[in-house]
């Protein structure tokens, strides 16, 4: 390990611009903070970011959807070198934590900057790419700066998205200052590496230090309305039922069942609202979202039509209407096998506990997957509470899942 | 049936006043009408009714809760006699029909007006009342003018309610002027009859007329509160779930299993309420109402324990904390069956068709029955609809049904 004698990575500057940052936006009251993409908050935000790139002398470009990147040039590259990259986001959801998102941008940051401190020239350009939008609160969709970035959403359509104020993201982009210049996907990295918190509990039930995430789930969101017959409660004898409340209930209580048999399949019923809404009264109407997750596309289109079997046969059952409406739509992404055995490799050479993994949760680098071998790493959450002032990982954790982007990142540009 | 010669129900001016008194508070925007017990709307209500006992040169009495009372006396009358009362309502939930409640009030009026038109003075005195509040909108308990009459809620408890809008109830009956001086309970009934329509399915689906109301459900209402953890919809392994919305969705359907298997309870989630209630978060809060009835207490007490043991078993099982709060709890009450009999004798007679059968919903009636022999007459509701703007009874069978009142009521009175 010839190098890691030279890159020392900065750990106490690492948590200190991740608390930097978490205050920017931060709500004394609820607690967290909030930094809804394309706001004054997350100017706020992404000027801070982008003045601890020039400190470090990057070539800091913004690009027409306002992702932001800072890269560090190696020797050879005269702009067509194909980076690689590090990044994440730096917008959050409504009272948020201090690390989703941010960790992974400024850990990339650490990586240079432990290049810089250590005089040493990368063989390969690095970059470090904050995307725009990831969490998807004002705009949708979700995940937008990467997925521009990659292609799968014309610029266009993105600008011209209405945010849930009335907002247009185009407007808001340029009233900020971050509406670049760049052409989006002209930086096409060599490869991606992404350092998140995991936002679930299976690496600390698992005293498990770091996750190499081979793959990221499949997710499929819609939403069902169930429409029957609003009836006095006291009066209308089970058989006359047509209750949109039972039937809904029903539904999520057959999801579960769904999700066990099938074994990798989650299925969360999140959002529920019954009309009227009134104690005697049978319910008229029940609308309820449906979350699907699984890590196979054949599993996951299983689960699909199961539900879509039950809510037939329910329908008729019960003698209720049901519609349902797509909401979003990804199919799995399995990460790049050789960047999984690196990290792994890593994590192994360090003594650090590990295991291979699938992300629940999306993350721009299943955007960045289209165009670039990636992968990810995870590190610990805390009671795997994430979207969440109580998120948390141990300040060790972080400095040592960010020791091992470093090393991976030597390694593959030969410097280690 | 010497007297069926003599008194002669108007059905055309009973038609003619439910539609006149329908008309106050009505909503053109959402239809129906809204005349909520003490609001502006209900005092108009209130007079017109006042107005016609006064036409009808009937004794008007309001008492202390509110409750207004018109009598005919008979000639044998000092003021001390138990009056054979007739009654219901003329308070509304929001938009609601035209029939809940009024019907039995000015069917009583139709009944007296028969009495005058035929020149006939009653061997008893004739009381036909108007209960305050008996929706319970804004002030809580329902049913609650007669409740007070009937000894079973303090007259100073029930002033003191404090309505949903901060009002208090003994306030605004002085404000609309119907703090009355008469104590409440000093008219106890002979007998009560209460004509209702039947505000469910079973006599339009077995093509009946006249329902002979024998009893009254039991009713058990309580709050349930479901308590888990909030995590990400994505990370979080089924088996590691603390998850609210699947628990309540879970006793949703178990309460149906509960009704069926008992085949006489009815059960019903009327409302439910998700948190965070997001799409990606599993819920960690859910919130909903549990109505249960049973015309037999023992099954009642029966389905409230079922349920008791089924909320142990779950939370103990998914690992969730669950609050139950009882919000209402009648016993069933079982009516007059000398009355009963008299009502099926005469619809025989009428040669209408008729059946036995239990109220679902609660009625001033079932207050009335703890101080005197009571028992209720219902007719058809199309589609079972009430609390509906589309709340309906076909104009023949509210005549049909006040001619039963009216031969009931003059057999009681030894004038048929």
Same mark, same amino acid.
């Given at each position: 390990?010839?190098?890691? =004698?030279?890159?020392?990575?900065? &750990?106490?500057?690492?948590?200190?611009?991740?608390?930097?940052?978490?205050?920017?936006?931060?709500?004394?009251?609820? &607690?967290?903070?909030?930094? #809804?993409?394309?706001?004054?908050?997350?100017?706020?935000?992404?000027?801070?970011?982008? &003045?601890?790139?020039?400190?470090?002398?990057?070539?800091?470009?913004?690009?027409?959807?306002?992702?932001? %990147?800072?890269?560090? /040039?190696?020797?050879?590259? @005269?702009?067509?070198?194909?980076?690689?990259?590090?990044?994440?986001?730096?917008?959050?959801?409504?009272?948020?934590?201090?690390?989703?998102?941010?960790?992974? $941008?400024?850990?990339?940051?650490?990586?240079?900057?432990?290049?810089?401190?250590?005089?040493?020239?990368?063989?390969?350009? #690095?970059?470090?790419?904050?995307?725009?939008?990831?969490?998807?609160?004002?705009?949708?969709?979700?995940? +937008?700066?990467?997925?521009?970035?990659?292609?799968?959403?014309?610029?266009?359509?993105?600008?011209?998205?209405?945010? =849930?104020?009335?907002?247009?993201?185009?407007?808001?982009?340029?009233?900020?200052?971050?509406?670049?210049? *760049?052409?989006?996907?002209? #930086?096409?990295?060599?490869?991606?590496?992404?350092?998140?918190?995991?936002?679930?509990?299976?690496?600390e039930a698992e005293h498990t230090l770091i996750g190499v995430v081979e793959n990221l789930q499949g997710i499929?969101?819609?939403?069902?309305?169930?429409?029957?017959?609003?009836?006095?409660? &006291?009066? =209308?004898?089970?058989?006359?039922?047509?209750?949109?409340?039972?039937?809904?209930?029903?539904?999520?209580?057959?999801?579960?069942?769904?999700?066990?048999?099938?074994?990798?399949?989650?299925?969360?019923?999140?959002?529920?609202?019954?009309?009227?809404?009134?104690?005697?009264?049978?319910?008229?109407?029940?609308? %309820?979202?449906?979350?699907?997750?699984?890590?196979?596309e054949a599993r996951l289109v299983s689960a699909e039509q199961r539900l879509r079997r039950y809510l037939d046969e329910i329908?008729?059952?019960?003698? $209720?209407?049901?519609?349902?409406?797509?909401?979003?739509?990804?199919?799995?992404?399995?990460?790049?096998?050789? *960047?999984?055995?690196?990290?792994?490799?890593?994590?192994?050479? %360090?003594?650090?506990?590990?295991?291979? +993994?699938?992300?629940?949760?999306?993350?721009?680098?299943? +955007?960045?997957? /289209? #165009?670039?071998?990636?992968?990810?790493?995870?590190?610990?959450?805390?009671?795997?509470?994430?979207?969440?002032?109580?998120?948390?990982?141990?300040?060790?954790?972080?400095?040592?899942?960010?020791?091992?982007?470093?090393?991976? $990142? @030597?390694?593959?540009?030969?410097?280690?």
């Amino acid at each position: 390990m010839k190098a890691s =004698t030279q890159l020392q990575l900065n &750990g106490p500057l690492l948590l200190q611009q991740i608390q930097a940052l978490g205050q920017v936006g931060v709500d004394a009251e609820q &607690g967290g903070r909030t930094r #809804i993409a394309l706001t004054d908050a997350e100017k706020a935000g992404r000027d801070l970011l982008v &003045g601890w790139m020039r400190e470090l002398d990057l070539d800091v470009q913004v690009d027409r959807i306002g992702n932001i %990147f800072g890269t560090l /040039r190696s020797a050879s590259d @005269s702009g067509e070198q194909r980076p690689l990259m590090m990044g994440s986001h730096i917008d959050t959801v409504t009272n948020a934590g201090a690390l989703d998102g941010c960790y992974g $941008v400024l850990a990339g940051l650490a990586v240079i900057r432990a290049f810089r401190d250590a005089g040493v020239r990368p063989q390969r350009s #690095i970059t470090v790419g904050a995307f725009t939008n990831e969490e998807g609160v004002r705009y949708q969709p979700d995940m +937008m700066g990467s997925l521009v970035h990659a292609g799968g959403l014309a610029l266009d359509e993105a600008l011209n998205s209405i945010g =849930t104020d009335g907002t247009r993201l185009g407007d808001e982009l340029q009233r900020i200052g971050y509406a670049g210049s *760049l052409e989006p996907g002209a #930086i096409v990295p060599h490869e991606y590496i992404e350092l998140h918190i995991e936002q679930g509990p299976i690496l600390e039930a698992e005293h498990t230090l770091i996750g190499v995430v081979e793959n990221l789930q499949g997710i499929s969101w819609q939403q069902v309305e169930v429409k029957g017959n609003a009836n006095h409660a &006291g009066t =209308t004898p089970t058989r006359l039922r047509h209750d949109a409340g039972f039937v809904a209930s029903a539904i999520v209580a057959q999801l579960r069942t769904i999700a066990v048999e099938a074994g990798s399949t989650l299925a969360t019923v999140g959002c529920m609202k019954f009309e009227p809404d009134v104690i005697n009264v049978i319910p008229r109407k029940a609308t %309820f979202t449906v979350d699907l997750r699984d890590p196979d596309e054949a599993r996951l289109v299983s689960a699909e039509q199961r539900l879509r079997r039950y809510l037939d046969e329910i329908a008729e059952r019960e003698g $209720v209407s049901i519609r349902t409406e797509p909401l979003v739509r990804f199919q799995p992404v399995i990460f790049n096998a050789e *960047l999984a055995d690196e990290i792994e490799a890593s994590a192994r050479r %360090f003594g650090f506990s590990h295991r291979r +993994m699938t992300s629940g949760a999306g993350h721009d680098a299943q +955007m960045i997957a /289209r #165009i670039a071998p990636a992968a990810m790493i995870f590190v610990p959450s805390r009671g795997g509470i994430s979207h969440n002032p109580r998120e948390h990982t141990d300040d060790e954790q972080l400095i040592q899942g960010a020791e091992v982007l470093l090393d991976v $990142v @030597s390694r593959r540009l030969g410097a280690s």
